[in-house]
């Protein structure tokens, strides 16, 4: 089976850097996902990452160490816009379907 | 078109009565994946498709639901007799293959359905 962890809530200020940890254990694991949610729309895409190390796109970095079965997600300047939840979801080899966390609700404040 | 089209947005249901819900991906994509998302933002597969053909259904409840993907039609996801704990959103995505690679998928804004 597969189990991903990540926190429940999250608060931090606005202009901040807020980093959000997955942890994962699967077998034939084949790479990772991060999916920005907010309230009542669809989620959309943030990164990607299959091999160790740090992807970073603009002011989202995400994290991925396959050893350890850990991955962050590291969001740079805060903005109020950033208030969603962040989904973090294993993509394993031969099913070629995504198993979701549970969702990290970040709220981000004045 | 450019983004997955699920309709409708919003669909109630009696208990017992039937659901059905639809889904255009991508124009191009070979994929289509079903997830159902229920409250605390937990996300279930349900079922994939590549083409009209059935790729992995081991996440759908069998005895009720069903799923299709005709060519020139868009996908449908249905629920006999629906029960309350179906309440959820159905979200439809769409790839242009099985490994999603830097993309990921594509997903439409979901259809909120409650069973009352």
């Known amino acids: 089976g597969q189990n991903i962890d990540q926190p429940t809530e999250m608060t931090a200020t606005e202009g901040a850097i807020v980093q959000i940890n997955c942890t994962y254990q699967t077998s034939g694991f084949n790479g990772l996902f991060w999916y920005q949610q907010h309230a009542g729309e669809a989620p959309t895409f943030l990164s990607y990452?299959?091999?160790?190390g740090l992807e970073e796109k603009g002011r989202f970095s995400s994290f991925l160490s396959r050893s350890k079965g850990y991955s962050y997600l590291l969001l740079k300047e805060l903005q109020m816009k950033d208030s969603a939840s962040y989904l973090c979801a294993v993509y394993r080899a031969g099913s070629y379907q995504l198993t979701f966390g549970k969702g990290t609700k970040l709220s981000v404040i004045p | 078109g450019e983004e997955v089209a699920q309709t409708p947005k919003h669909l109630v249901r009696g208990e017992g009565q039937k659901a059905k819900l639809y889904c255009a991906p991508i124009k191009g994509h070979s994929y289509v994946f079903w997830y159902q998302q229920v409250l605390k933002n937990e996300f279930k597969f349900l079922i994939s498709?590549?083409?009209?053909?059935?790729?992995?259904e081991t996440g759908m409840p069998k005895e009720r639901f069903s799923a299709k993907c005709l060519p020139n039609s868009p996908c449908s996801l249905e629920i006999q007799a629906t029960k309350l704990e179906d309440s959820a959103v159905y979200f439809c995505a769409s790839s242009q293959s099985e490994r999603t690679g830097q993309a990921g998928y594509t997903f439409g804004s979901g259809t909120r359905l409650t069973v009352v």
């Open positions: 990452n299959v091999l160790d």
């Open positions: 498709f590549q083409n009209e053909n059935v790729f992995d």
